[in-house]
């Protein structure tokens, strides 16, 4: 049972870990690597929204 439950874990990390690699990529393909960083330097919780979760604005 604990194998199946660290497999699992396993196949997820990697796919995040490819999906960040992606997103890495097409950010710098894109020539946004500033406003990237300027966003995860500024970015806060927008908790006031109508939306059910917060999500990240500046």
């Known amino acids: 049972m604990y194998i199946k439950i660290f497999r699992s874990a396993t196949k ?4 995040a870990e ?4 992606y997103l890495n990529d097409f ?3 894109k020539k946004l690597d500033e406003e990237y960083r300027y966003f995860r330097e500024q ?3 927008d908790e ?6 917060p999500y990240l604005t500046l």
């Open 27 to 29: 950010i710098h393909y």
């Open 43 to 45: 970015a806060h919780e």
């Open 12 to 15: 997820k990390y990697k796919r």
């Open 48 to 53: 006031s929204s109508e939306l059910p979760f």
């Open 18 to 21: 490819e999906y960040l690699k």
